[in-house]
C-alpha cells in the first residue's frame, strides 16, 4: 500500500503496488480532482505543491482496511450478484467536502 503526501498531509492511499500507485497519484485526472476537491473549504492540492509517494504506514493500513470494511457493510445491502470492482482501491485520508455534501444529499 502507498500513500499519498502533500505539504506533509497524507491525503490519500492505495492498495496498488509502487507503480501503479504512482499512474494513479500522477494521472492528470485524480490531479484536477484534488484541485477540485476542498476539505474544510480548502482545496485538497494547490496545483503546485509537489507530492510524495511514500509506502503507508501501518495506522493508514488500518484505516484503509476499516474504510473498506464499512463500504462492504454498505454494500451487504445490494444485489448479492453485483460483481467486485478490478483494480486498485483508493481511500481519502482527509475529508473531501464534495462527498459529504454526495451523503447529505442521499439522507433527504
Do not use: C, H
Request: proline share 3%; hydrophobic share 35%.
Amino acid at each position: 500500500m502507498y500513500t499519498l503526501v502533500i505539504d506533509g498531509v497524507a491525503v490519500a492511499m492505495t492498495d496498488a503496488d509502487e507503480a501503479e500507485a504512482r499512474e494513479i497519484f500522477d494521472s492528470e485526472d485524480f490531479k484536477a480532482d484534488l484541485a477540485d476537491f476542498t476539505t474544510d473549504g480548502k482545496p485538497v492540492w494547490n496545483g503546485t505543491s509537489p507530492f510524495e509517494i511514500r509506502p503507508a504506514t501501518e495506522d493508514e493500513e488500518d484505516l484503509f482496511d476499516d474504510s473498506l470494511d464499512e463500504d462492504d457493510e454498505e454494500d451487504e445491502g445490494d444485489d448479492a450478484d453485483d460483481e467486485e470492482e478490478d483494480g486498485a482501491s483508493v481511500v481519502f485520508l482527509v475529508v473531501v467536502d464534495q462527498f459529504d455534501d454526495e451523503f447529505d444529499d442521499e439522507d433527504e
